[in-house]
């Protein structure tokens, strides 16, 4: 397996705090990804990486920053988290660019109340 | 835009039989296609990719899928179903024109009766 690991793996919320999730890799891979997964909508991209401090909005990314200052860790925070925002929320990493396939984390359970 | 399309959000089938899962695309330039599987509490897994090297690729478990340009379609099959083959399946084109960003279907969730 991929060494990539999110935290936390679950939390919940209250409505208007601010949420950060981190995903760590091993792997030394260039390219890191931050989706939301929900039902009956796959997985849908929220923001991207492809090198330290260099990140792109995604397709959901509006409520949604990321940072990027080292290698191997990319963070996604929720600024002031609304009950839309409840998902599981997955990060993946690739090596490649067009070709390469993406590697998941375990995904965190985020629950805003 | 490219786009995938899962058609059946949920197949059924007995243990043993054919499994057939349906993925469609929309892309204007040569694809790449992902078929990734999803047990339950746990996070993707790469089954196979397609990557024009040969339109038939045969991935993981026993699955295999195959590219048809003509029908736009990238069909997961596995000739005998196992009880531990019940997850959720999805496929994931890439966007070549955008990072190689990944556009995932809806997603079809796998029964296997015995």
């Known amino acids: 397996d991929a060494g990539i690991t999110q935290s936390p793996r679950h939390k919940v919320t209250e409505t208007g705090t601010p949420v950060t999730l981190r995903c760590h890799q091993t792997?030394?891979?260039?390219?890191m990804y931050w989706y939301r997964q929900d039902p009956g909508h796959g997985l849908r991209l929220i923001h991207y990486?492809?090198?330290?401090?260099?990140?792109d909005k995604g397709e959901v990314s509006d409520g949604y920053s990321v940072s990027r200052s080292k290698t191997e860790d990319f963070l996604l925070t929720l600024e002031s988290a609304t009950s839309s925002q409840t998902s599981v929320y997955f990060c993946?990493?690739?090596?490649?660019?067009?070709?390469?396939?993406?590697?998941f984390g375990p995904g965190t359970r985020l629950t805003v109340t | 835009a490219q786009s995938v399309t899962q058609l059946g959000s949920h197949v059924s089938v007995s243990e043993g039989a054919l499994v057939l899962l349906r993925c469609n695309y929309s892309?204007?330039?040569?694809?790449?296609l992902f078929w990734y599987v999803q047990y339950p509490n746990q996070g993707l897994q790469l089954l196979l990719k397609?990557?024009?090297?040969?339109?038939l690729v045969k991935g993981i478990n026993d699955f295999e899928a195959e590219f048809k340009k003509s029908e736009t379609s990238f069909h997961l099959t596995k000739p005998s179903a196992h009880m531990s083959d019940a997850a959720e399946y999805f496929c994931?084109?890439?966007?070549?024109?955008?990072?190689?960003?990944?556009?995932f279907g809806q997603g079809t969730e796998l029964s296997v009766k015995p």
């Open positions: 397609y990557t024009s090297a040969a339109t």
């Open positions: 993946a990493i690739s090596a490649g660019f067009f070709m390469g396939e993406q590697y």
């Open positions: 792997e030394n891979h260039r390219y």
């Open positions: 990486s492809y090198g330290v401090k260099d990140t």
């Open positions: 892309s204007s330039v040569p694809p790449y």
């Open positions: 994931a084109v890439s966007d070549n024109n955008q990072g190689g960003k990944l556009i």
